[in-house]
């Protein structure tokens, strides 16, 4: 079974500082998705960016990009230029490429708690 | 474009007692997955459907069960609820099983509290 580990409980950024939220993988498989979402207060997640295992290029959207090493099983996140709307849980998680495995689900780390100083 | 809604948002029970939670899918998804989030942990997942079958289930136990309906919404049914119930479900749509992106998209929502 996969399992996602994010060791950073909580992080604190200086406001327009930049930021990096940690998170390992365990997996046998190749080909999978690995994801950071963003849960805010309201509850609802929301994806803020994802990465394809057999790209070697890392995924980047706008203030976000991440650091994707395949082979350390390691999949960390880069927000620049914090903003007070960045404030959220922010959890990591896998999904397998393989026909069907959608209908694995995804597996999620536990979260790191971003607090943004003004 | 409307998104994925749930209800209700909040909730209480008693153990022993069962529950229903509903969801409506994001238009033109037809595919919806439902995920237990404890009080500071990640979302973990209980099962997906897609077209009325469930098709993928974790790792939880027959007292939770669901529905999808031909119009894509979905019930999370949950019997027997004990303490460690206590969660937020969140319910999650995509366009199509087997799509690429693997992005799913969340509502906001049910927190069940089991006293």
């Known amino acids: 079974a996969q399992t996602v580990t994010q060791s950073q409980p909580e992080m604190s950024v200086q406001e327009a500082e930049t930021v990096t939220l940690s998170c390992t993988y365990d997996?046998?498989?190749?080909?999978?998705?690995l994801f950071w979402y963003k849960q805010p207060p309201s509850r609802q997640m929301i994806l803020v960016i994802r990465q394809e295992a057999y790209k070697q290029q890392n995924a980047t959207e706008n203030r976000f990009s991440v650091n994707f090493q395949k082979a350390a099983k390691s999949f960390s996140l880069k927000i620049s230029d914090s903003q007070l709307g960045d404030a959220a849980m922010y959890f990591c998680a896998y999904r397998s490429a393989r026909s069907g495995g959608g209908a694995d689900g995804l597996t999620f780390g536990k979260g790191t708690h971003l607090i943004i100083q003004p | 474009e409307t998104g994925v809604t749930q209800s209700p948002t909040h909730l209480i029970k008693t153990r022993g007692q069962q529950v229903t939670l509903r969801c409506s899918s994001q238009?033109?998804?037809?595919?919806v997955s439902w995920y237990q989030q404890a009080l500071g942990q990640g979302p973990q997942f209980i099962f997906q459907y897609y077209r009325e079958e469930e098709n993928g289930r974790g790792n939880f136990p027959p007292r939770f069960s669901g529905l999808q309906f031909p119009n894509y919404s979905s019930e999370l049914n949950v019997n027997a609820l004990e303490l460690d119930d206590s969660a937020l479900y969140l319910c999650a749509s995509s366009p199509f099983a087997g799509d690429d992106t693997g992005e799913l998209f969340f509502g906001e929502g049910s927190r069940l509290t089991v006293l």
């Open positions: 997996t046998s498989e190749s080909d999978y998705y």
């Open positions: 238009s033109g998804h037809n595919t």
